[in-house]
């Protein structure tokens, strides 16, 4: 897949995550996580399941007492307004109006007892207040492109097929007109047709409305598809950031590079998958220095006793790795 | 005697006069063949499936084994361990209260594979085969990965000694990672055991890399059928040029 066709974004950044540490009960979630998305842009994050992907989407939306977590140190900053210590009544302004959020799962996450334009009134009445509910709902779901909207507004979610309700909720997350479009792994679950054209649609209205997004996946595949940069999370920190044309061809950690490399697109038929070896970290338990050391080809004495720091490596590069310069010297 | 299935112009339905699910298949399947079934969801990928193991008979044209209508196997036959299912989803299709040692055990016990005891051992060299760690043997499915899950029930497949495998979708519910670790085995299960393999998939990506010939399924009609390199470099019909346009490969 190529590059989508969108308008260079500015420069100015509209979402800045720095040093995040998220603690959820005794355990802490999150370490160090940093990113920041530009305005227009798009941002993927990847990484295993238990990496920190989701909990850092439920951070920037907000969303983390009702996980019972709680931001232990760090910022994050929208729109220039530091929201670390943001009270729910701040963060009820903000989510939903500023930032849109599409939940991980989030075909489940339409109530199954209402119809579509119901679910989607309720919705616009709550957060564009001026707008006429009925035919705003339309117009939302004619936004994402949906097919005979007026059988749709009168559908119950079980009569819609995954990409349709999919398409629901980016809808319901539009209704705010929000700046930033948060969405945690819009496409899991979906054939590979509907999720090309879910990946599409977001990156069409994102040059439509000069929103930001910034998406969650698991796959590198799918992140080069429609990001301009790409961060990598390993055991609640960020292990690599970059523009997503040079991480993707000149990873400079460890993780990232192994990976891609266990893409299916890297394989070539019948030859087995180059295989990532142990499995991911609990976050009760991480062990002393960088939290990849146990799992990494390249680890070297250093790695078990201190933790790397994040480096730049090239223009707008960074990588959490001693051993940087040997990968990328690999990848080279 | 190696195991064939045949279906001839085969289509099911999931009630009698209902609408045909799944229509006018033709296929051969032997140890050593590796075959995809691509479409999308909805389109009769999992009927073909369940067509092809027996567990549904056919309302249009037939499906055999070695020769005879699954319908008149026996349920004693020994043919019905010959033809395994692995499936989609690892979450919900493991006894939640059963280890998986214990699992693998009672299929390699129904499956004639000798005393409670040698099924046992047996069963844990399947595990062990599968990468599956010794203490994650002994843990129910519940405090186990995606991944591990779908270890055992490819373990659980491998204790009735099969000739054909079926797998629904095996990794789509795996992060990228655990999908190398499950496609790899399933490769090692052709290579080194010469099992046959019929791979259903919504992803090219992951067909082109462990079949040789694949079916394309859209709302029930096979669409197009044939070597998987001539499918994905000459697609001739509408849907398997959007479905090679939208493979990650």
């Known amino acids: ?31 160090d996580v940093s990113f920041s998305v530009d305005k227009g842009s798009a941002l993927a994050v990847v990484g295993e399941t238990g990496s920190g992907k989701s909990i850092s989407c439920r951070a920037v939306a907000g969303l983390l007492p009702r996980l019972g977590g709680r931001i232990v140190r760090g910022s994050v900053t929208f729109c220039g307004q530091d929201m670390a210590g943001a009270t729910s009544r701040e963060w009820s302004r903000i989510r939903g109006r500023k930032i849109g959020f599409i939940p991980q799962a989030s075909i489940a996450s339409l109530d199954p007892v209402m119809r579509i334009g119901a679910q989607l009134r309720e919705t616009i009445k709550l957060l564009d207040p001026d707008a006429d509910p009925v035919s705003r709902a339309k117009e939302l779901l004619q936004d994402v492109r949906m097919h005979d909207v007026d059988r749709v507004v009168q559908s119950y979610p079980h009569q819609l097929s995954g990409g349709m309700r999919q398409r629901v909720m980016i809808a319901l997350a539009l209704a705010g007109h929000p700046d930033l479009l948060v969405a945690d792994e819009p496409t899991t679950a979906l054939d590979a047709t509907v999720q090309r054209s879910i990946l599409e649609l977001l990156t069409k209205l994102r040059k439509e409305k000069g929103m930001s997004l910034l998406v969650v996946t698991h796959d590198l595949s799918l992140a080069e598809s429609f990001a301009e940069e790409i961060v990598v999370m390993y055991s609640g920190v960020t292990v690599e950031r970059g523009p997503t044309k040079v991480l993707l061809h000149k990873a400079a950690h460890p993780y990232t590079s192994a990976l891609l490399a266990a893409r299916v697109a890297a394989a070539r038929r019948g030859q087995p998958l180059q295989v990532l070896p142990g499995s991911p970290l609990s976050p009760a338990w991480r062990p002393v220095g960088c939290n990849f050391q146990p799992r990494c080809t390249y680890a070297e004495p250093d790695c078990a006793t201190e933790d790397p720091p994040s480096e730049t490596v090239g223009v707008g590069h960074t990588s959490a790795c001693f051993q940087s310069e040997a990968v990328l010297k690999a990848n080279a | 005697m190696t195991t064939r ?9 999931y009630a009698p006069g209902a609408p045909l699910t799944i229509r006018g298949v033709n296929l051969v399947i032997e ?7 691509v479409g ?12 092809l193991l027996g567990g549904l008979h056919p309302a249009q044209g037939s499906v055999t084994v070695n020769g005879t209508p699954w319908a008149k196997v026996k349920r004693s036959s020994p043919l019905h361990g010959k033809v395994q299912y692995i499936f989609q989803d690892p979450y919900s299709s493991l006894n939640p209260y059963m280890t998986g040692l214990d699992a693998v055990t009672e299929s390699a016990f129904v499956h004639g594979q000798g005393s409670k005891a040698k099924a046992r ?3 844990r060299e399947l595990l062990a085969s599968t990468g599956l760690a010794p203490d994650a043997m002994q843990s129910r499915p519940g405090s186990l990965s995606g991944g591990q899950r779908q270890r055992i029930g490819i373990a659980r497949a491998l204790a009735a000694d099969p000739d054909i495998i079926i797998a629904d979708e095996p990794t789509s519910a795996l992060d990228v990672s655990v999908q ?9 299960l052709q290579v080194d055991r010469g099992i046959g393999l ?3 998939s919504h992803d090219l990506g992951v067909v082109r890399l462990l079949t ?20 994905l470099n000459n697609p001739t019909e509408d849907y398997t040029k959007l479905l090679v346009e939208s493979a990650l490969i």
């Open chain 2, 5 to 13: 299935i045949e279906a001839i112009n085969a289509g099911a339905s």
């Open chain 1, 1 to 31: 897949m190529t590059m989508p066709d969108v308008a260079s974004p500015s420069r100015e950044p509209l979402l800045r995550v720095e040093h995040l540490a998220v603690r959820i009960g005794t355990v802490e979630v999150l370490t």
């Open chain 2, 212 to 231: 040789d010939h694949a079916l394309v399924i859209y709302n029930g009609d096979v669409v197009e059928q044939g070597p998987i390199d001539e499918l």
């Open chain 2, 40 to 51: 999308e969801s909805g389109s009769g990928k999992t009927t073909l499936a369940r067509l």
């Open chain 2, 198 to 200: 019929v791979l259903v």
């Open chain 2, 31 to 37: 140890p050593g063949s590796a075959i995809g079934l």
């Open chain 2, 121 to 123: 051992e047996l069963a």
């Open chain 2, 180 to 188: 190398a670790q499950i496609l790899n085995l399933l490769l090692s």
